[in-house]
């Protein structure tokens, strides 16, 4: 399965690639498009935008904002869209022993807050734990559904023997 923040990547580093003579126009056209009065002057860092062109850091909400906004493009978020939409998986699926393992956790937290109601705990926070173990289980359903689980975890067992 395709790594989705690497499509992201590359759609990015087109869009700077194709619309921009430089990185550093890139960067002032971006502090811009963010700054009150639409003039960063020379507020803006060239190298937070290199290092996303190299990949050493990830690139934000904010960045895809104005890059689109200034190129004039939705590319990037049509992409996102259409791996939606696919119905590609945004993960691998888990085995039948991680999906044991994290639902122990998410119970042994949910009754842990609970409990903690008895002593004054949080309402809130129980409620965010139980809904942790649902969602926990939701995945363990959907993975059983959809794809080899069992197939997964007798994979691992062979390589355990």
Do not use: C
Not at 113 to 133: C, P, Y
Request: hydrophobic share 40%; aromatic share 4%; glycine share 8%.
């Amino acid at each position: 399965m395709a790594d989705p923040r690497a499509n992201i990547h590359a759609l990015m580093r087109g869009l700077v690639a194709r619309y921009f003579p430089s990185q550093q126009s890139a960067a002032k056209e971006m502090a811009d498009f963010w700054h009150p009065t639409g003039n960063a002057g020379d507020d803006y860092d060239t190298a937070d935008l290199s290092r996303k062109m190299n990949g050493s850091r990830q690139w934000t909400v904010n960045d895809v904002i104005a890059l689109q906004s200034i190129a004039g493009s939705t590319r990037v978020t049509d992409a996102m869209a259409e791996g939606r939409k696919a119905g590609k998986p945004q993960r691998d699926p888990l085995t039948a022993l991680q999906h044991a393992r994290a639902l122990v956790h998410e119970n042994g937290e949910g009754v842990e807050a609970l409990m903690a109601l008895h002593d004054g705990g949080s309402r809130a926070d129980a409620r965010a734990e139980l809904v942790d173990i649902v969602e926990t289980a939701k995945r363990a359903i959907a993975d059983l559904d959809h794809s080899d689980m069992l197939a997964l975890r007798a994979s691992d067992q062979k390589g355990l023997n």
